[in-house]
């Protein structure tokens, strides 16, 4: 480990580290606008430059190896001398528009011009202009203020895998753009906006909307997809403007997708702001009291066993506890939380959760993915993947429909049988599971939503247990959950309890007239047809598939707008906390449920959340440690069976609207067009070619 002294203070750095690394370890502030911790060193900017003793002129701290015995100077008249010089030139051709960029306070140029630049210019020619590019519908482009970084070219090409950006031009003509005029086609395409320095790149959506000191902003979690990504939640009055990415190491590092940071704008669109109830067959608009007296009258007069629950995929733990807690008090036992029909759960908690977690894909040196395209069912996790796979100590290989991923994978085939020649031992990929030394095995909602859904997931199981995945310190077996609520109510037991109906038993129950009741919380059905003959209460905050179909309609709050708990796909207990109050008349679902028991009679346990998650703790281990992850015991899951020769088909087939929120969105539909079905939106038919 070399030894160096930075400003007469010796520090020792880890082999390979650079200078800066080093000045940092020292307690030093470099500047810098091209380097980033998690990009490739590209030495662009010069900004960082230091005095190294014996070294003819300032060096680039960012591309230099520390080395022993190096004496580091950073903050002499010749360092001040060459940043404020650097910075003369990056402002030589950038444009006075501070008052109108988006990036306006929270500017690494305004900060660094600031702190280590002159206060006047000395060149006088004409600035440069160049026309703005169209990246599509999420990136607005003001290409007047690049500075070259190349940070956007290098996170797009490394990090999300779409070699889209890239720098064309030599000396003043260089420009970033995507060589022909097309849309940025990545799902993690909005980190660009966050890595830019200057205000090249800003969001298209909220450009104009806010200035960031007018913003309040929370700390949150994600619910868009299973990864449970930290979030912070920027609002002015009580609207979300916008939502941007926390740092969390072990889940999303700094990064965020794009479906979770642009689809905002449908908590805007489609709420259920009033209770309904109809009358004459059309949804009227009520008052509280009689919206909970119907539905307290209507479940007091029907027997236990034609009742029904179903907890949708965005629904905190908080509500699944309650619901279920009141419907078992009134001896319903006809409970599912698999909404997509996915045969998880009723087994070992390792059944149905990633129990390698998501930072251990960094030490897997095989995976084999069954009918899962972790692209758009959890783009963060996929870019793990990639991570890993660039190290070049990763193997993947898939079977199910063939799909660029963003890094090499070896198709198997789309055969179901492949499982059981792999669990046979006789499938040529055998031998390279056999000499992993981490595997894992990732089985997604493509296989598991399937007739023989049960015998896939024991199939993976066994492949698991053949090639050595579950050992201690090591369980290679992963289910990629697409839905942020379903870990946490499988948690809560939210299944059929003795007697009891699953998905496909209720709403055969409620075609046929045995089931006369069903609630949905936040349940938004893809076939609602089978709903028709039964009395449907809808608990929910958007009018989708669910509440078109409902009897009642109870409006409940968004994930922006209560403090609630969600388990991620690796089992982490995390806290949504309130960012804005309820539209209209919602409210938070857990009260309107300790509302409802009081009016029916059985009052549940609990007055506050504090005391509703005491109840949780109590429940299930996970609830108990909120942030870690609570290791689950290997143990039974799955029903062995023969596998359909039918081949997979992903669960997802539009990234961009998996959900009420994301389906309501505007921002989302455009995205679908382009992206997913090939059309052009109405704005992306105009050239955009300005110059500013």
């Not at 090409?157 to 022909?180: C, K, N, Q, Y």
């Not at 309609?553 to 109050?581: C, H, M, S, W």
């Amino acid at each position: 480990m070399p030894k160096l002294t930075v400003d007469g203070i010796e520090v020792e750095v880890p082999a390979g580290a650079t200078v800066m690394q080093a000045c940092e370890a020292a307690g030093k502030e470099i500047p810098r606008f091209c380097y980033h911790e998690r990009l490739s060193i590209a030495g662009n900017c010069r900004m960082c430059l230091v005095e190294m003793e014996k070294a003819p002129k300032p060096i680039a701290s960012c591309a230099m190896p520390a080395a022993d015995n190096m004496v580091i100077k950073t903050d002499t008249p010749v360092v001040q001398k060459a940043r404020k010089g650097v910075m003369e030139f990056l402002l030589i051709n950038h444009p006075l528009d501070c008052p109108i960029c988006d990036q306006g306070g929270e500017c690494d140029l305004q900060d660094q011009a600031m702190a280590y630049g002159r206060d006047g210019s000395r060149y006088h020619e004409n600035k440069r202009a160049v026309p703005d590019k169209n990246f599509g519908p999420l990136i607005k482009t003001f290409m007047n203020r690049c500075i070259h970084c190349t940070r956007c070219v290098r996170f797009i090409s490394e990090v999300a895998g779409e070699p889209d950006l890239g720098a064309t031009g030599r000396g003043e003509h260089t420009e970033i753009g995507t060589f022909i005029e097309k849309a940025v086609s990545s799902e993690l395409s909005g980190n660009v906006i966050d890595l830019c320095p200057v205000g090249a790149l800003t969001s298209k959506p909220y450009a104009f909307a806010a200035r960031s000191w007018e913003l309040r902003k929370t700390e949150s979690v994600d619910v868009l997809d299973a990864v449970g990504a930290n979030i912070r939640v920027d609002v002015r009055g009580g609207e979300v403007m916008r939502v941007l990415p926390r740092l969390n190491e072990d889940i999303n590092e700094e990064w965020l997708a794009d479906k979770s940071r642009y689809a905002l704008d449908g908590l805007k669109k489609r709420r259920l702001d009033k209770p309904y109830v109809r009358k004459n067959g059309k949804l009227v608009a009520v008052e509280w009291p009689e919206a909970l007296g119907a539905v307290a009258h209507k479940l007091t007069q029907t027997a236990p066993q034609k009742i029904a629950a179903l907890a949708g995929d965005l629904v905190d733990a908080e509500s699944s506890f309650a619901l279920k807690q009141l419907f078992t008090s009134l001896g319903v036992t006809s409970f599912d939380c698999r909404t997509d029909g996915a045969a998880i759960g009723g087994g070992a908690r390792a059944g149905y959760l990633f129990n390698t977690g998501i930072a251990g894909i960094e030490q897997a040196d095989v995976v084999l993915l069954i009918g899962s395209n972790p692209r758009w069912e959890a783009p963060l996790l996929n870019a793990r993947l990639r991570k890993r796979y660039l190290t070049g100590a990763l193997t993947v290989a898939s079977v199910g429909p063939q799909v660029d991923l963003t890094y090499g994978v070896e198709d198997l085939g789309n055969d179901p049988q492949v499982l059981d020649s792999l669990l046979e031992g006789t499938h040529p990929f055998a031998e390279v599971l056999r000499g992993a030394k981490n595997p894992m095995v990732i089985i997604g909602m493509g296989a598991l939503t399937r007739a023989d859904g049960a015998a896939n997931l024991a199939a993976a199981r066994g492949i698991a247990e053949a090639y050595g995945m579950i050992r201690d310190g090591w369980n290679g077996f992963n289910v990629l959950n697409t839905a942020a609520g379903r870990v946490g109510a499988l948690d809560l037991d939210f299944l059929p309890q003795p007697g009891g109906r699953d998905l496909a038993g209720i709403l055969a129950g409620a075609a046929s007239g045995e089931v006369e009741i069903v609630f949905l919380l936040g349940a938004d059905l893809a076939d609602t047809a089978a709903l028709k003959n039964a009395f449907v209460i809808y608990q929910g905050h958007h009018g989708d598939s669910g509440a078109a179909v409902a009897d009642v309609i109870l409006p409940g709050a968004a994930y922006t707008e209560k403090d609630a708990t969600y388990v991620n796909l690796e089992g982490r207990a995390q806290r949504a906390q309130r960012a804005t109050f309820p539209v209209g008349d919602a409210r938070e679902d857990w009260k309107i449920l300790r509302a409802l028991s009081a009016l029916i009679g059985k009052t549940l346990p609990f007055d506050s959340l504090g005391e509703l998650r005491a109840l949780l703790a109590q429940t299930a281990p996970s609830f108990a440690a909120v942030g870690q992850v609570t290791q689950a015991a290997w143990g039974p899951f799955g029903a062995a069976g023969e596998l359909s020769t039918a081949p997979y088909v992903y669960a997802i087939s539009d990234y961009y609207r998996t959900d009420p929120i994301s389906r309501a969105s505007e921002t989302m539909a455009k995205c679908s067009a382009l992206f997913v079905h090939g059309r052009q939106p109405d704005d992306l038919l105009e050239r955009v070619g300005t110059y500013g």
